[in-house]
Every structure is written in C-alpha cells, then in structure tokens.
C-alpha cells in the first residue's frame, strides 16, 4: 500500500501596502529614529553575544551622501577569530546544539522570524541608510527574510520525515535514516554579501543552525551595520549564545582565515567568481593534505554547501512580445536596485524588426528614471555601494567607446556628483558577443542590447555566458516559449515578467554552470546541502521472533 | 412590484435587439463554452496583432478579429466618432505609459480634443487614466505621484473650463484607489475648480470597500459650492485582482461572485441618492434589475453602457426615453489589446448580465 505525506502549508510574507498613509508614515518616522539612535556609533563584534570592540575599524559611510557616517565597523583579525573558535572548539553548548530535535531548534528559527516582523520600519530605513535601497526592495527583501526562517523551519521537519518514510521497512529489519550535521563539532561559517544584506545572511545562517550547525557569521563591510542588528535578532530568539558568533571584517582577512582553519566543517558563500575560486582552492587544499593532519575522529572533508557566485542575466524580447510589459520587465531586472544583483539582466536580446521601437521606448524610459537617494520613493535610481564599486561601473566607460556605442544613459543631477556613488543607467550596442562588456559582471546599471534574426540565434547568444543564474523572455509564441524552457541554460528562468524578485518555495533560487553549485535557496531540498545521512539497520528477531 | 416590472420589461426588448446572427456574438458565444475555450480564445487575441501574415489561416483569423470582432468593442479612430449621433463619453486606448515623453503625448492628446471645436454637437465628454500622465504613478511613489499628477490634471481642467468639457476620472487597479481619490478631491477643491459641475470620477461597486470611497467622495462633496459626478461601475478587474491578491497573500479587494456586487450596486444607488445635494449620480450598468432600480428613485439619471456590448442596451434605454450615454474607447486594436481582453473575460464567464444574452440559454 503506497504511504501519503503530506506537504507542509507555506504562505509567504505579505508584502507592506504603500497606498495605506500609515506606512509611509511609519517609514519616515523610522528614517529619523534610526539616524537619532543607531548611527555614527562602533559596530562591536559578538563572540558569544559578548560585544567586543577592536581598535582597528573601517567607517561605512551613507553611499546617497557620502559625508554621513553609518558606522564604525570593528574589524576581526585573527586573534579575534580565534577567540570565538576557541568557544566552538570547547564548548559543550555545540554538542548539545546538535543533539537538538528539528522542533526545538525550528522553534528558534520562527521566533526569529517574529522578531524580524517586529523590526521590519527598522530595518527599511536602515537599508535605504546603510545599502542605498528603496523601500519597496527593502520590504520584499524582509518578507523574504522572514520567508527563509519560516520555510527552512517547515522543510527540515519535512524532509526528515520524507527521509524516514521512503525507507522500505520489513519484519525483522529496522531501518532508520537520519539526517545529521557535518562534523564531530558541527561548526559552520557563513560569508554573505551586502546587495542582499538581510535575505541572503539569513537564509545560510537559517539552514545552518536548523541543520545543528553552530555558525560563524562574516557580513560584508558595506553592510555590517545591519549585519549587527540582524545576530541580535537571533541572540534575541533565544539560541544559546556560544554557538553563533558576528565576525565583520575583510573577506581576504577574516573570511580567508575561517575558510582555511580546520574547524569550520561547512562554507555558505555568496559573491564574486574570483573570491569563490579562492575558496574552492582553500577547501580543495585542505581535503586534500591537511585534513591528514587532524586527529581521526575529525576528519570530516570541508564541505561547500551554498555556492552562489554571480550572473550575467539576459532576455530576449521577440516579436510577439507584449512591448508594454517587456520595456517595464527589462528596465525593472536591470536597474532596479543599480543593477546591483546577481539575478540582474545585464543583456537584452531582440529578435527580428521589434528591435527599434523596443530600443525607443526604453531610451525613453531610462531618461526618464529621476536619481538620487532612497528615502525619496521617487527616485529609481539610487547610489552604487561603495567607491570600490563606483570606480568598477566608471572604468567600463571607456570600454563602452571601444567596444560599442551608448544607445541610451539617464543624467545624473549635478548636485548628486561628488554627494554620492551615483551614476546613471546607461544602454550600450553594437557589441560582439564576446566583448568584455557582454562578457563581464559589472554590477551596476550597465546594460548591453543585441540584435538576433531568429529566436535559436537569440537563445544561442544567451547561453553564450560563462554564468548559468537568471534568464528571461518575452514572447507569446508558444513554440519559442517552449524552446526557451528547454534550452537556456540558467537555473531560474522567467517568461515574461521581470528576471529578478525571486519568491521562497515558488522560485527556489540558484545557478548553473560558473555561477554556482546549484543549491536552491527557497526550495524544500536547500537543507540537503547541510546534511550528512546516517542509515541505520537494525535486526530485531530475538530467537527467531521479530520483535518491533 | 413596479421596480420588477420595469426590469422584467426592459430585458424582454433588450434580448429582442441582441444580433443573433453578428459575427463578434457568434465568436463570444464559442469563446463562452467552456474554460479551455475561453482560455485559448484570449491567448489567440492576445497574440494576433504581434503574428506575421504568414499563411492563409492568420491572414484570416487576423482579418476576422480585427476587422470583425474589435469594431464591435472600439472605435478605430476619432474620425469615425463623428458617424455616432448618442451621447459618448470617450476613452483613449493607450499603450501603457513608460516614459515622460509617453506622459507628455497622452496629456496632448486630452488637451487636443478637449480644445478641438470639430464635429459632434454638444459637450465634449472624457474619460481619463491618471496613470497615463505620469510613467512612475503608484503608491509606492506616493508623494510625487501625487505632486505631478494635480499638476497634469489641473491643466486639463483649466483646459476643460473654457469649453465646459466633461472630465470623468476613471477608477484603475486597487492599488491606486486611494491616491487617484486623493488627488480628484484635493483638485477639485481647489477655489480654481470647486465650482465647475463638469467634473467626475469612477466608484467601483466590486470593492469590498466602496464604501470607504463613497464617504470620502461625500466628505469632499460637501465642502465644495458646486457638485461633481459619481460614474457607479460595477469594476473591469475582476480577475486581475484577485490574483495578484493571492499572489501577495493580501486578502481580495473585491467581492467573490457577481450577485454580491449587484446588490452591493444597489445600495451604493441608495447612499447617493441620498445625498443627490451634493453628488451627481451616473450608474454604469449593463443589467436591467440594476437599471430599473435605480431608474425608480430618479426620472432623471443618466445611465451609461460600453460601447459594441451595450449597443441593445442603449437602444432600449433610448425608445424608453431614459437617458444613456454610451463608454466609447477609442484607438487601434494593438493599444486597444487589454480593454479587448478584459471585455472577452467579462462576457464569456459564467455571471453576467451579457453573457446570459449571448449565450443561448433563456432566462
């Protein structure tokens, strides 16, 4: 007889309603408390939840005006590394973290969950502050947020008992399956990004600790202000405070000494390809000699478990697309956020005689995009992240000249010019699929435009990327759709909406090919990439009687 | 008992004039027999403008749906207006606006018709979209919205004013609800415009909440010397809203089933009627039970019915010496797409008033 599970109900957060006076409101009086209350101050690390200052720091400045200071962040060396490895190394708090059942631990998780709901004005005002992103984004990144811990706590109590279930159990023959964390001390590190800094540290740190992982947490600097906020949310939950650990610093410095030291059994990494390479070679480094070196019993092989490293999207617009939908879809997946996503498009491809009315109608919606900070929701375009990244978007510029043509840039106002990172989105053509310009992860609203005679041609020039993140049509020609699904190699593909804007549990998030290791962020199996599996048979006749 | 019998009266010759043989009633009675049909009769419409002339089938079904059946819902063009001799209040079909340049062109294209003197006799009447004045119009972008929006709509106004041209402000997605009824309320409030009469906006009887909008319209009215119009329509939105409630997991504006939304019709008649000192009332409506109802509290109401769709409507309204005026969206068939396929979801699902008439079963 064939067994039924059933699949947990999930209903995603609901998004804040901005036609209500109170939100906009509640927005504004946020703006102010935050810039009362939390800025200009020292970012201390939490070891243990104990705040710990270092002497050396780095000032985050407000990236829409350049002369306000965010924060100071202490900046963890090795010594400080050190001193929370020694409280993982030692403390029984982790062994028992792992004997845990998945209820208690999700328990955790979803009254994390309920404090993030608590703080979301808080947290809006503080990303538009800190990151230089709208209040719209910032909202659906909370609810997001909030989906991740409410999600991963349902999957895992689900994935264990499918993991049970579809063991094939017969007189006299007890089979159990188990699903365990990696390491005789199951200790983890998380290094995340800024463009997503709550949904993206959370989602790792989530799986992490609900699988038994204690976690080392690594923001990135640009964003450790919120980073901060976000571990005393989970200090606040309640888990026991000597098995999670804020460690802001340098990714070359404080992530590269976690990565490599041998007690961090599991990696959870988002960002660029060149620092995903240098971790792939720490762990491939250490599994290979030094893990010789450990004592038997801890000898458990690094593990990468989220892998998600950049994207060079692209859509096609062919001629049955609906044109309304495909300038907003583009012009939203490229420059929504400055382009500063890894699920961004960064290429469009028009296939056949749409090309000029396309190309005109989005000219004229880029120019039309007002710029400048966040806190006003009527601009579209807000700042780049840092002057790291300003520089980065501005050494293309003379690349644009060599290598193809600028179709279309919006202006950024004078008064914005030396106030922040701001700079305006630009449409370029006329390139060779092969340019550096296709080619390239630039991380800014740079955004390239080609031409294709057939719809093969466009999807050959789509998958002709060393990333395999995001792609998109736009099209009502069923056979193209089809063909589409079938053939573009990305791990998220999307037919005629926008490219970006991923859902928890609707559309499970991941890449193919340079752009990761395919673990789906938001899906039922994420949890899998954080697991080892005991399977356990025991014989149970006693004197030829099976006894159950 | 004389309210039934106006309506049992009035949808006896309303299904006399009904076209039993016109090719548009023909292709909306096989696009209305079933989900699956329906479904792929709306994909085919949707797509039919953006095909190539390739091979005699879309030629033909090209030639059927934009020569045959869009004529039936739209006017081509302005020209083609002056053959129609009824009271129209105009709708210009657009493509949606995603650019100042595009804002600019549809604010022109009110300004242009409201100052042209040409052709009809009597008062220029239209139908505006805030959302075509501005490409960033939205909650989310609340205060500029707001800020460019009264800006655009005064001038049209001001516009209007010199030729006692009729503005009705069209009601659009709930989400805009609230800030389109802001903006009608603060503009016309104005000393500028608190005394022109020719002025309006839509109140849709779908929302849960009409009657949130019906008392702020009321609170306006009341601070104002001269009244303004309230267009009651039953809501052109129906299916989009409820799924993209679903998709934010808010709960769904607008009422489940059509029986709720005539009756909620009916009672919003009695609130103006109520208040007709200060609100003028034109109740949008295709259904004679709804007609004759409202019909008995005031001789005097002007109806209003689509155009093509309400063409057996007005006709009756008209040989019963009850005054109409007829929605008339005017464009080509591409800008006209979305209009076009919401009018094919109303009349080919189960409720209806009109699809009980060009289906084939009696009442």
Redo the contacts between chains.
């Keep these: 007889m064939a067994k039924i599970i059933e699949i947990p109900e999930f ?5 804040l ?4 006076p109170e939100t ?1 409101e509640k927005i504004q009086k946020h703006l102010k408390s935050v810039r009362d209350v939390v800025l200009g101050i020292e970012i201390p690390l939490l070891i243990s939840g104990i705040p710990v200052f270092t002497e050396r720091k780095t000032r985050r400045e407000n990236p829409s005006d350049i002369k306000e200071t965010v924060g100071y962040i202490c900046l963890a060396g090795q010594k400080e590394a050190d001193l929370a490895l020694k409280v993982l190394i030692s403390d029984n708090q982790v062994k028992e973290w792992m004997k845990l059942s998945f209820e208690k631990r999700s328990s955790y998780l979803k009254k994390a969950a309920q404090l993030l709901r608590q703080k979301r004005y808080f947290f809006i005002a503080l990303m538009a502050i800190e990151t230089g992103k ?3 984004e910032s909202d659906a990144e909370i609810c997001e947020a909030i989906d991740f811990l409410e999600y991963y706590s349902n999957s895992t109590l689900f994935l264990a008992k499918l993991n049970q279930e579809t063991l094939i159990s017969l007189p006299g023959e007890k089979n159990e399956s188990f699903y365990i964390p990696i390491g005789k001390r199951a200790i983890g590190v998380s290094i995340q990004p800024w463009n997503f800094p709550l949904a993206i540290s959370i989602g790792p740190l989530a799986a992490g600790l609900i699988t038994g992982h204690a976690m080392i947490y690594k923001p990135a600097e640009q964003s450790s202000v919120i980073g901060y906020y976000l571990a005393k949310i989970f200090y606040n939950a309640g888990i026991p405070k000597e098995i999670f650990h804020f460690l802001p610093g340098y990714g070359e410095e404080t992530g590269d000494y976690l990565v490599n030291h041998p007690a961090i059994k599991v990696i959870a990494f988002t960002g660029s390809k060149e620092v995903k390479r240098k971790i792939q070679n720490a762990v491939w480094k250490f599994n290979l000699r030094i893990i010789d070196s450990l004592p038997m019993e801890e000898r458990y092989e690094k593990r990468i478990a989220v892998l998600e490293s950049g994207g060079k999207g692209a859509i096609i617009v062919d ?7 495909a ?2 879809g583009v ?1 939203d997946s490229a420059f929504s956020f400055q382009g500063q996503k890894c699920s961004a498009c960064a290429r469009i491809i028009i296939v056949g005689k749409t090309y000029e009315k396309f190309i005109q ?1 989005l000219k ?2 880029m ?2 995009l ?1 710029i400048g900070s966040p806190e006003d ?2 601009n ?1 375009i807000g700042p780049l992240i840092n002057k790291d990244a300003y520089d980065k978007v501005l050494s293309y510029m003379p690349l644009v000249e060599q290598e193809g043509k600028i179709l279309a840039y919006g202006i950024v106002p004078q008064e914005l010019k030396d106030k922040g990172y701001f700079v305006p989105p630009i449409l370029v053509g006329d390139l060779s699929p092969d340019s550096r310009i296709a080619q390239e992860e630039i991380f800014g609203p740079l955004l390239a435009v080609f031409k294709a005679n057939t719809f093969e041609e466009a999807i050959a020039l789509v998958n002709h990327t060393e990333y395999g993140l995001t792609n998109g049509v736009f099209s ?2 069923p056979e193209n759709i089809e063909k589409a699904k079938r053939e573009l190699q990305a791990g998220n593909i999307y037919i005629n909406r926008k490219i970006t804007g991923a859902i928890v549990g609707r559309q499970p998030f991941g890449g193919m090919k340079m752009s990761g290791n395919s673990a789906k962020a938001g899906g039922w199996d994420y949890l899998l990439n954080f697991f080892d599996r005991k399977n356990i048979c025991e014989n149970t006749i006693r004197r030829g009687t099976p006894i159950e | 008992m004389k309210n039934l019998n106006l309506a049992v009266e009035l949808e006896e010759k309303i299904r006399k004039q009904v076209p039993r043989w016109s090719i548009p009633v023909l292709m909306l009675r096989l696009a209305a027999q079933n989900k699956k049909m329906r479904n792929k009769f709306l ?1 085919l419409v ?2 039919l403008p ?3 002339n390739k091979g005699i089938k879309i030629y033909f079904l090209k030639w059927l749906v934009e020569k045959k059946l869009a004529p039936y819902f739209i006017v081509k063009n302005l020209a083609n207006l002056e053959n129609i001799n009824y009271p129209v209040s105009v709708d210009f079909l657009g ?2 606006v ?5 804002a600019q062109n549809f604010l022109w294209q009110y300004l242009r018709f409201i100052q042209n003197p040409g052709g009809e006799s009597g008062e220029k009447n239209i139908a505006i979209k805030f959302s075509s004045l501005f ?2 119009f ?7 919205s707001k800020k460019q929006i009264k800006n655009r709509f005064s001038r049209i106004l001001r516009t209007a004013q010199e030729s006692k041209a009729f503005i009705t402000v069209d009601a659009e997605h709930y ?5 389109i009824e802001e903006i009608f309320c603060e503009t016309i409030l104005e000393p500028e415009f608190e005394n022109y009469g020719n002025v309006g906006i839509a109140l849709q009887a779908y929302l849960r909440d009409s009657f949130d909008s019906a008392e702020k319209l009321l609170e306006a009215a009341k601070k104002r010397p001269n009244s303004f119009l309230v267009r009651l329509v039953k809501g052109a939105y129906w299916d989009q809203e409820t799924a993209s409630a679903l998709q ?3 709960p769904v504006p607008v009422f489940q089933n059509k029986k709720e939304t005539d009756e909620n019709f009916d009672k919003l008649v009695c609130f103006f009627m109520k208040n007709r000192e200060y609100i003028r009332l034109a109740p949008a409506t295709h259904n004679p039970d709804n007609i004759a109802f409202a019909r008995n509290f005031n001789k005097e109401l002007e109806f209003q019915v689509l155009y093509g769709l309400g063409e057996p409507i007005r006709k009756v309204l008209y040989q019963e010496k009850i005054p109409v005026r007829v929605y008339t969206p005017v464009g080509d068939l591409i800008n006209g ?1 979305s209009y076009f396929a919401r009018r094919i979801l109303e009349n080919t699902a189960n409720e209806g008033f009109l699809f009980k008439l060009i289906s084939k079963r009696r009442r």
Excluded: H, I
């Design positions: 209903q995603n957060e609901p998004l309603d901005f036609s209500k906009r709208s209040f719209v001629s049955t697309a609906d044109l309304d939908e300038v907003v012009c109608r004229e919606r120019e039309s007002p929701p009527k579209q009502r020609n | 994909k949707d797509v953006a095909l190539p493509e949606l995603v650019s100042e340049k595009e490409p960033f939205g909650p989310e972008n609340y205060e500029e989400q805009l609800r609230n800030l934010k997991n808010w797409m």
